[in-house]
């Protein structure tokens, strides 16, 4: 399926990416978690969450008392895509078309992991998943079933708190954030 995945052309973002990132993780893992696509570190790496979020994201799993080991780790869009901004990489919001573009490969993870519980990291994700109406304002947390009959939830994804200014803000989010994950892993402990 990788192999497969790294000819993709379904969309133009493979023309700018240095790779396809695909997911890490084993299967039959009881908790999936989707973020939006590859970072900067992820697109040169070829590895999904291994930049600033991923460490944040390892730190929280850990809180939440779940093992990376015990997660199946991947992105809705298998690209990433960015703006040069001076000699940085910025990323950029997959439209959705791209999302769409690489649903099928998703969808293939989601058949070889076959979690109890998918998270979706952010809206991006969420809606990859849920459709485009999805928000997460009003859905976060919350236990929502997925097309593959398989048990969803929508929390932000760890970026988001690397961007929030207000330490005090950051904290809560990021307490917040732990708690969702607890619930994922409660979830996925009882099924």
């Not at 969309?11 to 009881?30: D, M």
């Not at 236990?143 to 330490?167: C, Y």
Request: charged letters at 25%.
């Amino acid at each position: 399926m990788e192999r497969l995945a790294a000819h993709c052309r379904a969309c133009t973002l493979y023309q700018r990416a240095t790779q396809t990132v695909f997911g890490e993780g084993p299967p039959g893992a009881p908790i999936m978690l989707v973020g939006e696509q590859p970072g900067d570190r992820e697109d040169l790496l070829g590895r999904p969450f291994v930049g600033p979020a991923g460490k944040l994201l390892d730190k929280a799993l850990a809180e939440a008392g779940i093992t990376r080991d015990e997660t199946y780790v991947t992105n809705a869009v298998k690209h990433f895509k960015w703006a040069a901004r001076g000699k940085r990489r910025i990323h950029e919001k997959p439209n959705g078309r791209e999302r769409q573009a690489c649903y099928p490969w998703l969808e293939a993870e989601m058949e070889l992991v076959s979690p109890t519980v998918l998270v979706c990291l952010g809206t991006t994700a969420a809606q990859s998943l849920l459709g485009s109406s999805f928000r997460l304002t009003q859905h976060r947390g919350e236990l929502l079933q997925g097309r593959s009959n398989v048990k969803l939830m929508a929390t932000i994804h760890p970026s988001a708190l690397l961007r929030i200014g207000d330490r005090s803000e950051r904290h809560e989010a990021y307490r917040e954030f732990v708690c969702d994950l607890k619930r994922a892993a409660s979830y996925a402990r009882r099924h």
